[in-house]
Each structure stands twice: as C-alpha cells, then as structure tokens.
C-alpha cells in the first residue's frame, strides 16, 4: 500500500463522530496555547495516532508481521516556521505542551551542519521530537542535498495516548514530529514508506531499539481496518477489515496503571529480548545452516533477526532437498523451525557469554562488540530457547488469526460463535506465551486477563512492549458491559485513581468503527 500523508479537510476526516464533542474542543486549546506561547497564529496542524496491537507481540524486530491497528488517541502539534537568518549556524526551536506542568517548555538550537544531538541517557519528553527532526532533517538533505539547513520552529503539543501504557504514545509524537518537520520545510506529500521508516529509525535514536510496527501503524491504518504490517522482504502494509457480517465482535482496551519505562528497564527487559533473539538467530545459523553461512544484513535493531535466519535456512534446504522444502506453506515452515529450535536450543536454564561465542566461533570479547556494544543490556543468562519460540509460535499465530479473521462466516450464528472461540483462544496463547517464553507479562495484566475471562472475554491479552501498559479482550458486544463491571468490581475499584484515569480505564473499540483516519496534517483548522 503505497501513496502519501492526506492533508485532512476538517476534523470529520480525521475523527469518529462519536469523537468531535471532545476533540473540536481539545484542538482550539491547542490553538489558543500555541497563541498564547509564541504571540501569533500556527501555521498548520499535524497529527499521528497511538495503536492497539491486537496479536504479533514483540516479533516486529525479529522482522515477522504484525497486526495493530490505530487508535483514536493521538499526539498532534501546531506549528509555525520562519527562514533561517542569513548566515545563521543554528536552527531555533521553540517547544511547549498543552499539558506544561508535566511537560516543561523547552528551547534549543540545532547546528545546521550536523546531526540533531539526543542525549538518550536523560530521559526528557523532547527528545522524541529532536528524534523526529533528526530523521526528518536527514531525508531532506538527503533529497535538497547535504547542505540544506533547514527553518526555524515554534510548536505546541498536545498528546492523549497514554505514556508507557503499551499504546504507543512514542511513536505517535515521534512520527508526529517527522511529519511536522517536513511540512515545515515545504514538503507537502510525504511518502507513506519513507516517512514510517524515518520514524523507526528516529527512535531508536531515544534508545530504545524497537521493530517498526508502531510506526507503521500511525502512518499506514486506514479507518474501520487493521493493519497486517510485513517488514520483510520489504516494508508493506494492508489494511485488515472484519467482514461486516460480524458487527457483534468488539475489542476492549483496559489500563492496568503500571506503567513501563522501556529507557529505565530497557537493559534488563526490552533491549535485551532484542539481543537475545538476535543472539538466538546467529546461534541457530551456526548450528543449523552449512558452516560458514553469514546471516544478511537486514532492518532488525542489529542488523540481523530471526526472520533472517528463517530464509537463510529454508534457502538451504531447498537447495539440498528440493523437493522436500520447495512445497512448504509459511505456516509448514514456522512449524519446522518450532521442531528444530526444540531440537537444537535444548538449555531450559539458558546461555552464558562464554557458550554463545564458542558456537558462533567468536571470543567472547567479540561476541560483545558485535551484540552488546550497540545495545548494552544487563544479564548472565540468555534464554534463547524460550525467546525463539515465542517469536516463531507468535509469527504462526499471526497468520492463523488474520485467515480466521478474513474468512466469511456462512454459517450464522454457530460459525460465528465458533470462529469468535477461536481467534479468542489465539489471543490467549499469545498470553500465555508472553507470561511464560518471552516473560514480559506482569501480574496486573495477568490478572485482569483472567478477570475478563472470567466475565465472559473470548480472549485478552497484554498488548505492547509490556511489563505493564494495558490489554486487549475479544468481547461479543452484548458481553462488553459484563466484562467492564467484572474489571471495575475486581481491579480498578481497589486502586486509588483520578478521574482522568478512571474515564480512560476502559476503551471499547467497536469493530464497525474502530480506528479513525490516522494520519493527517490539517491546515486552516482554526476554525474546527
Ligand atoms: P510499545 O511499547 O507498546 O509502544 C514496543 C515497540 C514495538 C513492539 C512492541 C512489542 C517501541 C516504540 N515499540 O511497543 O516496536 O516491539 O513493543 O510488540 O518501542
Ligand atoms: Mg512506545
């Protein structure tokens, strides 16, 4: 699906209807506060949703596919921009945030010669933006030439995904930022591909190495669809519709209030899964693959991924018994390599340094600068048998799920009933695969799965990175008030929360209308 950012006629385009009474309100503010801030009018709005991932769990940077979809929630900035003075060797940017009591304004000056600095060991709400201004500036030297400099920025913010609950808010700001910086350099047609994969590259600048799923959501989710995202062999995304003969299908978002800060935990959670699973694919190669066989360079964090290992193995197995490999479905060749990792990755108690590197041929020092350099993590063990099974048992479900999805239902009721069952079932495989394999679940979201299952879920789950953040169920609709009561009576009445929370606690996002026009920039909104 190829084409360009849409420039949005009014908010109609961008939101559900259900949605305007809150959100016509929410853009004046931001409106009036960028007037506030900086004495005059912005010159344009632009805006990314957060997503919900509803099944492909952290198997984005091992490059296999995923299916998130947007969310009504967003990040979106109003912007102005001024020419540089002549001669002038920095850019200026000015930053607020609607919400400054917890986003401090902030002013800094960037070398029109060099690479936007981030100093990803400071945890600061701006740095998502340089992140984004640094890919963005990148992409436009690379198109007006390396001496292009850039404009001057006056900016506001305004986010409502919220942060480290497993909505994406990161992405949603970064990608928001690539979009305004663009825009504020001229560009009126930003490139769909071009932009998502700025945007993954951008963010890894803040530190945390992720796959692009989020990314790709905000830029590419259609309204009423989800998104089937592919990275390999190149980045493609479709958008995924429920057959409307299956209105009675809803997905419920629910907070648990832990939240994850992926730049604190990122050594001991999110960063070292993706060394492990890294580790786990040049192990793999070494022992399975004819000696000597080098892994191809792809777009994983580093450089190499399991999807990689994947190709590389079947590309030999074809080439030794032809006849034997050539037939195998995607889904024949995912339960393969779950034999084989069974087989060949037989330490339940994991892997030290020093047996990683003797398989791979490596000194341990070596081992280092090629994994851990990059991406420095804390651990003595590595569990790539579990994490490898994870990825492959979760790139399987992702397939079985979207065939169900898609496929019609003829049956009435009893097929419907039956398929429901079993996307549910799915789901909480992913669940348990992700508390037990790849051990980023948390009680809290173990428990409200459980409790929703309970009142009548047909699956939950823990959706995002983890370790906390919120959950996605699979509810008939008629079930949907059961379930929140269920939730309300057993989680959420037993914690202290603010009024904000308690509104947020629980999204039910209806299949019919679930996800809004998601990336827009919007000019002459003032009005809205
Ligand atoms: P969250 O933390 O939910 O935004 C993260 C990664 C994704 C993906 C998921 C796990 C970022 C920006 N995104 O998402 O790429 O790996 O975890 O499936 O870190
Ligand atoms: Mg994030």
Redesign the pocket.
């Known amino acids: 699906m190829a084409g360009s950012v849409p420039v949005a006629g009014s908010l109609a385009d961008i939101y559900p209807t259900a949605a305007l009474a809150t959100e016509a309100p929410r853009w004046n503010d931001l409106l009036s506060s960028f007037e506030k801030a900086y004495g005059h009018k912005p010159s344009f709005v632009a805006r990314s949703p957060g997503r919900v991932?509803i099944l492909?769990?952290?198997?984005?940077?091992s490059l296999y596919s995923v299916l998130p979809m947007a969310i009504t929630a967003d990040a979106i900035m109003a912007v102005s921009s001024a020419p540089l003075a002549e001669g002038a060797s920095t850019l200026k940017v000015r930053i607020g945030n609607v919400e400054d009591s917890k986003f401090a304004a902030s002013e800094f000056d960037v070398p029109v010669d060099a690479d936007v600095d981030i100093d990803a060991s400071k945890f600061e709400w701006t740095n998502y933006f340089k992140s984004g201004l640094r890919g963005a500036m990148k992409l436009l030297r690379k198109k007006r030439g390396q001496d292009f400099k850039g404009v001057n920025m006056e900016i506001m913010v305004d986010g409502t995904v919220p942060v480290g609950g497993?909505?994406?808010s990161?992405?949603a700001i970064v990608t928001t930022s690539a979009l305004a910086v663009m825009k504020a350099n001229g560009v009126d047609a930003v490139d769909k591909t071009e932009l998502t994969e700025l945007a993954i590259v951008s963010?890894r600048a803040v530190g945390?190495n992720?796959?692009?799923?989020?990314q790709a959501a905000s830029v590419f989710s259609e309204p009423g669809s989800a998104l089937f995202v592919s990275f390999s062999p190149r980045l493609e995304a479709r958008p995924v519709k429920i057959p409307p003969t299956r209105p009675e299908l809803c997905f419920l978002i629910a907070q648990s209030f832990v939240t994850a800060n992926?730049h604190v935990t990122g050594p001991i959670h999110?960063n070292l899964r993706v060394v492990e699973v890294s580790f786990a694919a040049a192990y793999l190669n070494a022992v399975l693959n004819p000696s000597g066989t080098r892994l191809p360079v792809d777009a994983g964090p580093l450089g190499i991924s399991l999807q990689g290992f994947h190709d590389t193995y079947f590309y030999h197995a074809n080439a030794s018994d032809y006849s034997a490999a050539k037939s195998l479905t995607k889904e024949e060749e995912l339960e393969k390599l779950i034999a084989v990792t069974k087989e060949t990755l037989t330490q339940e108690e994991g892997y030290t340094r020093e047996e990683i590197a003797k398989v791979l041929s490596v000194t341990v020092q070596e081992l280092e600068n090629r994994f851990t350099a990059k991406i420095p993590i804390r651990a003595e063990r590595f569990m790539l048998r579990q994490r490898a099974l994870h990825v492959f048992t979760e790139a399987l479900r992702v397939l079985k799920f979207l065939t169900l999805l898609e496929r019609p239902v003829h049956n009435g009721a009893s097929d419907t009933t039956r398929f429901n069952k079993e996307l549910g079932s799915i789901m909480n495989e992913t669940q348990d695969s992700c508390r037990i394999l790849y051990e980023n679940s948390c009680p809290e979201n173990d428990k409200i799965c459980q409790i929703a299952l309970e009142a009548g879920s047909y699956g939950s789950r823990q959706t995002?990175?983890g370790w906390g953040?919120c959950s996605v169920h699979l509810i008939s609709v008629d079930k949907v008030e059961q379930v929140k009561e269920a939730l309300e009576r057993e989680y959420y009445s037993k914690m202290k929360l603010t009024e904000d929370q308690k509104a947020q606690a629980m999204v039910p996002l209806e299949t019919a209308n679930f996800t809004i026009n998601p990336n827009s920039k919007a000019e002459n909104l003032l009005q809205a």
Do not use: R, T
Request: aromatic share 8%; net charge negative; proline share 0%.
């Open positions: 991932n492909g769990e952290h198997i984005d940077y497993g909505l994406s990161s992405a963010e945390v992720s796959g692009g799923m989020d992926k999110y995002g990175a953040g």
